[in-house]
């Protein structure tokens, strides 16, 4: 295998992108998951291939794959990152300001901004609607209340670990999400933290957590699970991604937990979220869209033979 490759991160959220426009690069999972070994690989949350769209209105289409050799419907930093790699090459006119994105959860028209020789710095993506009935999220409950304008949905539910019930608010934003808001972190088993004695979600132990609700049955498709607090407006959070683990950021994840936040009263619609490798501005607009801004960088480019 021999493959000439980018490394771009989003905010820590790194990706290993591969030019795949001649449809040439097929990926077995046993080859995705050693090109993202940290150890033995280049490392990588993912591998985004870039791909044609039989979209007339769409640049290209952005094909992601979990470290696991999973398909994922959808990465917000992912994205960001996709847009850095396009517009870097030329792929989009620099001066243009805006282009759709084909992903697998359609198309999302994304706008950027620029440095003074034409590289991308940052990007706003229209994510787009959030989905809140539990059976298109999916999670196998019953919703528990109805918003007006936006249906059935699944807020605060209780789902049983060894640990005690977690409670969960369930949005999908092409991708399932499930997000636990943490009122009192001292109310929580100490063997569920660090050794440094003290109780917070820096200390979590949230791959414990994250594993075992991440593929609880109540998540038919799995999940992507987040903690999060609310720090005066704004919202605080660490991510255990489905096909991944923690990662340092996730852009669908920020999306879910300034909904999940709007939902339950805990926050406004707009505003920032604060993850382990930066802050991202999410906003939940009036019409219902959610807006995700936000950095992508380019770290080095190479060749992979093996």
């Known amino acids: 295998m021999r493959l000439e490759f980018a490394k771009l991160n989003g905010l820590g959220n790194d990706f290993v992108f591969v ?14 998951k050693a090109v993202c070994d940290r150890h033995f690989g280049v490392g990588a949350d993912g591998i985004i291939l870039v791909e044609e769209s ?3 209105e769409c640049a290209a289409y952005m094909h992601y794959i979990n470290s696991d050799g999973t398909l994922a419907q959808m990465c917000g930093n992912g994205v960001r990152c996709f847009a850095k790699y396009l ?74 670990s060894p640990w005690g019930a977690f409670e969960f608010t369930a949005v999908s934003m092409g991708n399932p999400h499930a997000v636990c808001f943490v009122d009192d972190w001292d109310l929580l088993p100490d063997e569920l933290f660090d050794e440094s004695g003290r109780k917070s979600l820096g ?31 704004v919202v605080r959070m660490r991510v255990f991604e489905r096909g991944c683990g923690e990662t340092l950021a996730c852009g669908t994840g920020a999306c879910a937990t300034r909904v999940a936040a709007a939902l339950t009263n805990r926050a406004s619609r707009g505003g920032t979220v604060a993850l382990k490798g930066g802050d991202l501005h999410i906003d939940w607009t009036d019409d219902g869209r959610v807006l995700m801004t936000g950095p992508a960088e380019e770290a080095f480019v190479g060749v992979l033979e093996a």
């Open 19 to 32: 030019d795949n426009r001649d449809g040439s690069v097929r990926l077995a999972e046993d080859q995705v």
């Open 54 to 56: 039989p979209r007339d």
């Open 87 to 160: 517009v870097d090459r030329g792929m989009v006119d620099p001066a243009s300001g805006s282009f759709v994105a084909d992903t697998l959860a359609g198309p999302k028209p994304i706008r950027f901004e620029t440095d003074g020789s034409g590289a991308m710095t940052s990007a706003t993506v229209d994510m787009g609607r959030p989905v809140l009935n539990p059976a298109e999220v999916p999670v196998c409950a019953q919703p528990n209340a109805s918003l007006d304008g936006l249906g059935p949905c699944l807020v605060d539910f209780p789902v049983d």
């Open 203 to 233: 200390s979590l132990d949230i791959d414990r957590l994250g594993s075992f609700y991440e593929s609880n049955p109540v998540f038919p498709e799995k999940a992507n699970i987040e903690f999060a607090q609310i720090d005066g407006d």
